[in-house]
């Protein structure tokens, strides 16, 4: 793992202020995503409800906004709006950046395959197969991508989010944040179960396709002997049987894959459930604020959903 996390960092190493940009994107998304659902707290809490408002709004809203609740209740709403705004802004230019980055690597490794290719004797050209180097050239060059844009970027930011969420989950209502990690034992138990079966069945489908490449690639560069012997229909009939097993192959990959998604997804659909009981049960004893559960139930989902991204990053990595 380290020797791969090491060859990928190489790759990423001439990006590195587009990468620094990226992580600044990505903690000022997160800074975002903590301040939206204290708009709605505010309204149900103090706007709709009876509770003070908080020494924060009080300092940030001009005086006039504060005369009536029509006019705090709009103002709320617009804030909240913003938050939001500024977040998914935030968002499509750090995918932009990331994306970027993640087709520059692409293309520098294939650079680098391309002239690892050429410098190998004419021996190696003679025995192995052109149409496999191809597909290696084309396909597997995006395996750095893969590694970066899927599983470097993804885990850091769903580490990150998780760390922050968790954190204010606790200062709020440390049993509830406590009650939240039940899931974690579940999830890994599920990505222990399934991991295996997918990584066995990916390799699989990239032996299949490379097989398909090949075959298509055969026929068309002897295309004249094919004719001259009228076997069109014959290497027609060879091809089509394996473009079936190929695609028989990718189908029950992605079978694999969604039945993997839907367990986690379940898992803390059952996971936010709970919470929603215990956290009501605090509502009605007092403890809790209705506007407050909302925090809560919103934070859980910013929790679950690094858990979840983590599980499943882990688990393509396979």
Known sequence: VVTLLSWTLSYLRPYRS???VVLALTLFEIALA??????LKVIVDSVLGDEPLPSGVIRLLPAGFLASGATLLVSIVVAGLLIQLGAEVVRMWHTQLQVGIGQRVVYRLRETLLAHLQT??????????TADSVYRLDADAHCVDDLIIGGLFPLALAATNLTVMFAILLYIDGSLALLSLTVAPFLYLCLRHHAGAMSARAERVKSLEASLIERSFEVLSSVAA?????????ELGKFARHGRNT??????LTWQESLFSVTVTAITLAGTALILVVGGWHVLE????????????????????PISEIARTTGLLQ
Do not use: C, N, Q
């Open 18 to 20: 587009r990468a620094t």
């Open 34 to 39: 903590v301040a939206a659902p204290w708009p």
């Open 120 to 129: 190998l004797p004419l021996r190696h050209h003679l025995v192995s197969r």
């Open 226 to 234: 094919v004719k001259s012997f009228t076997r069109e229909h014959h």
């Open 247 to 252: 695609m028989r192959a990718r189908l029950t």
């Open 286 to 305: 007092g403890r809790l604020s209705i506007g407050t559960l909302l925090v809560v139930i919103a934070y859980l989902a910013a929790v679950y959903d």
